[in-house]
């Protein structure tokens, strides 16, 4: 039960904190959030935890949890690390996946091709990016990337929620990364996913300048 709540918690507060209800800087206090949910500290403590591991939430003062201020490069960087990482895996996934695992993905191309909503499309663009992760049969770039994921999942899910363009151009690049595959071209399947990629750190750094009130530059 503690588990299931502490997933919840975690899902709420990346939710609040991606769609700017919870600014850089505001403090995440054990107790408040306890009484808010109406659970103990045990789960809302496992929640910040999981926060501060996918770089959403950091220690303040007196080392207690805060909402993180990250700088703009250091999104950058983080973009570019999972690009260079997932472009490496998708041509990998270009030549040994099955064919079996080439019809998963065409059909979950499909899907993504029917859908409108933001939320239903997120999962399946995450389903979409797990095969071909599964298809490249390389565990240690694997491990790799899903120690990224986790950073940065939750930031590209708010493109779909925030940028109703997104989930149009999301779907044409997921179509010539699956002609790519299919081709068994590595060379073109690593472009179109590193692109891919950076149309999502484009998309979000264009919502997160919308909300500097100054118009000076992005506030993370």
Known sequence: MAI?????????????IMAGQMVPGEPLVEQTLAEQFGVSRTPVREALHRLEQACLAERGARRAFVVRRMAPEDLAELF???GEIESTLAAL?????????RRKLE?????????D???AYSEINSRFHEIIKSGARNSILASTLDELNLRTL????ANFREDSRRLASSRVEHRGITQAI?????????RQMCSHV??????????????SPDRSGPQF
């Open 80 to 82: 570019e690390a999972t």
């Open 117 to 119: 909503d933001p939320a």
């Open 4 to 16: 299931r709540a502490a997933d919840s918690i975690f899902e709420t507060l990346i939710d609040e």
């Open 154 to 157: 939750a930031w590209r899910a």
């Open 198 to 211: 950076a149309s999502s750190y484009i998309v979000l750094s264009d919502i997160l300048a919308r909300r």
């Open 182 to 190: 299919l081709s068994q071209d590595a060379d073109t399947t690593r």
């Open 93 to 101: 996934a270009a030549k040994r996946m099955s064919e079996i695992e």
């Open 107 to 115: 059909t979950v191309l499909d899907e993504g091709d029917a859908c």
